[in-house]
Each structure stands twice: as structure tokens, then as C-alpha cells.
């Protein structure tokens, strides 16, 4: 049982270190940051998706070995919790700074009136983001 949780959240919180260095990446090499957002908010898309497939895929493991009883564990209310800045991010966040960016058209965002909102709302994000990397990490260090 073990073994199948520890690989699934090793390439999760991986997955999301990697990200961090992938997007300091883009931003070093692309010319414009306009296209290295574009890149790198596709990237982040994608790796929605897997953070959230990667949790019900845990959440599975959980149930099947452990039934309702694992409700009373605090690893599934983080992995919970994760999942749940995912969707906030994915649905809420995500959504309002393309709206910004939009809206801010023909100028790119960060030239707009949007600049200020973009920037606290990008900087929620990142912060989130964080948040996530470092809760996967911590269950996968606590699940060795």
C-alpha cells in the first residue's frame, strides 16, 4: 500500500518543484514576458489538472486501504486542503487575471490600468502555489 502512495505523491510534489524551475526558465529565455506568461500559464493549466487528478488518485488509495476511517487522519485534510486551493486557484484566480488580461486589451496587462489588481492577484496565486508544493512535500516526507 505504502509504496503506491509514496511514488504518487513523489511525482506530484516533483512535479510541482519542477514547475517553479520551468517558469524561472521562461521568463530567463523567452524575449517578451507576454509569451512567457502565455507559455507558462499553459503549463500551470496542465499541471491543474494533474494536481487535481493526482489527488483523487491518492484519495482512492486512501479509501481502498483504509476505508471512512481515513476522514480522521490529517493527511487526508491536507491533501484535501491542497485540492482545494487547486480548484480556488483553477476556477476563481485563474479566471480573474485572464479576465485582466482581456480586458486590458490592446496594451499587454501590466502596461493597463489592470497593473496594481494583476499583480495582487497573480502574486495570491504564487503564493498558493507555494502553499501546495510545500503541503505535497511535507506528505511525502511524512510518508517515507
Known sequence: MGYFLKLFLSIWAGSL????????V??????TTFLA???????????SYFSLGMSVLIFFHLFKYHGLSVVKSSQFWLILFVA????????????TLEAMKINAQPKEVMES????????WHG????????QTILVTALMLRWR
Open 124 to 131: 495570491i496565486s504564487s503564493i498558493s502555489f507555494l502553499i
Open 113 to 120: 490600468i489592470f497593473a496594481d489588481r494583476f499583480a495582487m
Open 17 to 24: 518543484w519542477w514547475m517553479i524551475i520551468v517558469a524561472k
Open 37 to 47: 506568461g502565455v507559455v507558462a500559464d499553459q503549463l500551470f493549466h496542465y499541471l
Open 84 to 95: 482545494m486551493i487547486v480548484l480556488i486557484n483553477f476556477f476563481g484566480i485563474q479566471p
Open 26 to 31: 521562461l521568463f530567463d529565455k523567452i524575449p
